[in-house]
């Protein structure tokens, strides 16, 4: 028999939430997580696991998980708490086990700011006759009180508790890098720049591991690139324009985020190219896709190619002191606008046959919120759909898909080559959704 643990998650990001605890789980090959407890209500989950190292590996590189602890009892005042402790089965075991442990105690709230006299309460648990030193710096053990309250308002915080949970601490999740990786203090950043939160969320999605190996398309200032070197990966990245590529001097590009970040080593490069024109050979094997296409409107979607190609007939003879004009360092080629729909089939297509079988695909598609116009998500034959998470704004959301490799015998339902959306997401952005956000 397995053991129980507590999970105690944050309260935001709902809807990728079990996505991320599905996909660690996935990932470090823990089969047996039953989800029937777990409810996007509450940052509480009760959950058995075989073990401690089990839970370490599944909550450590966790970004929206605060901590998982073995859970050692519940209730809804102090003494409720305390005979629920001593009624447990392991009670007696867990006590002898790390009785002679150097602990502390630590103390969480959700939602409120309970006046305890926390000496007091610490002990309140003499009964555990714990002999073991306190040390505040580094002990063996932390035993964390957390008190759940009901807020008054928003953003005022509940007094009495509803709830007290009380556990031995496992592991942290991984909280620090949001902090670590806020774009406030990123060197190289830009408008397109994704933050950091959901960006990382995202690499847990996608499934991103140590020692593979990364490509976002569409780079811009590589925020995805940085998520991705975060968890380890090798990752390289592409955009059509170059100004992205080049940064901002040398010491404010791609490159120097990593290098602040201490992490040089995982980034390998990235290129000036079209996605569409795609230069990497055509064998090179991504184990991990994970891109923000460009949605069209803080920049337009754009590839290579001329508009009225008749205009250029002729052209390519073209020569300057003596040289082909398109194959000069400065020459700028021409650029012809592109649909959502037919660059979204283009990367499903390409992730179909660069992705190993079980590799992931994940990306951003924007969506607008109109009760009158349906979502259509891209499909792909090879690819099934695993996850389709929606992060909503007032007139618009996006949506962060994840897909997963299944080869060609997987005959999946497609939708390439249709017009999906019914119009431009940038017309109906700054027509809809702006206009009625004044
Ligand atoms: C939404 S932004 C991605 C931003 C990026 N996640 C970041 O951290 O800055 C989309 C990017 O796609 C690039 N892009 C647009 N069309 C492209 C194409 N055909 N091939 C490659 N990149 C393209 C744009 O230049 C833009 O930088």
Redesign the pocket.
């Known amino acids: 028999m397995g053991k129980q643990y507590l999970l105690y998650m944050v309260q935001v990001h709902l809807n990728f939430r079990r996505a991320e605890l599905e996909s660690l789980a996935d990932l470090f090959g823990i089969t047996s997580i039953n989800f029937d407890n777990y409810s996007e209500d509450s940052p509480f989950f009760k959950v058995e696991l075989d073990n401690d190292e089990q839970a370490r590996d599944w909550i450590k590189r966790s970004i929206l998980t605060r901590a998982i602890y073995e859970y050692w009892g519940e209730g809804e005042n102090m003494d409720q708490l305390h005979t629920s402790i001593q009624n447990q089965p392991f009670y007696e075991e867990n006590k002898e086990k790390f009785a002679n442990d150097t602990f502390k105690f630590d103390f969480e709230s959700y939602r409120g700011y309970g006046k305890f006299d926390r000496v007091k309460q610490i002990e309140s648990f003499g009964y555990l006759a714990f002999k073991g030193k306190i040390r505040m710096k580094n002990p063996q053990q932390v035993y964390t009180l957390i008190d759940e309250y009901v807020p008054i308002s928003e953003n005022i915080g509940g007094i009495v508790p509803i709830k007290y949970y009380f556990g031995r601490l496992i592991q942290h999740g991984n909280r620090q890098a949001v902090e670590k990786y806020d774009l406030k203090k990123r060197p190289y950043k830009?408008t397109?720049?994704?933050e950091a939160e959901l960006s990382l969320v995202s690499a847990n999605i996608a499934q991103v591991k140590p020692g593979t190996f990364m490509y976002?398309?569409?780079?811009?200032?590589?925020?995805?690139l940085v998520a991705g070197g975060h968890f380890g990966a090798l990752v390289i990245g592409?955009?059509?324009?170059g100004r992205?590529i080049r940064g901002k001097g040398a010491s404010v590009d791609i490159g120097s985020n990593f290098k602040k970040y201490g992490e040089s080593e995982r980034f390998l490069d990235v290129l000036t190219?079209?996605?569409?024109h795609n230069a990497l050979r055509s064998n090179l094997v991504f184990d991990t896709i994970l891109?923000?296409?460009?949605?069209g409107i803080?920049?337009s979607?754009?590839?290579l190619g001329a508009k009225d190609p008749e205009k250029f007939i002729g052209k390519e003879n073209v020569e300057i002191d003596g040289e082909k004009a398109f194959l000069r360092k400065d020459y700028i080629p021409t650029k012809k606008p592109?649909s959502l729909d037919s660059?979204l089939d283009d990367l499903l297509e390409y992730a179909s046959q660069r992705l190993p079988i079980g590799g992931r695909l994940a990306f951003w598609m924007p969506t607008a919120n109109d009760e009158d116009v349906e979502t259509v998500i891209p499909l792909h034959s090879n690819l099934e759909l695993k996850y389709d998470c929606v992060q909503e704004f007032n007139k618009w959301s996006r949506r962060l898909l994840v897909y997963i490799n299944r080869g060609k015998g997987y005959d999946g339902t497609t939708n390439s080559g249709l017009q999906r959306s019914t119009a431009n997401f940038r017309d109906r952005y700054f027509t809809n959704f702006n206009q009625s956000q004044k």
């Open positions: 830009g397109t720049s994704f976002d398309p569409f780079a811009g200032t590589g925020s995805f592409s955009d059509i324009d992205m190219m079209d996605f569409t891109c923000d296409p460009p949605y803080r920049e979607i754009k590839v592109y660059l």
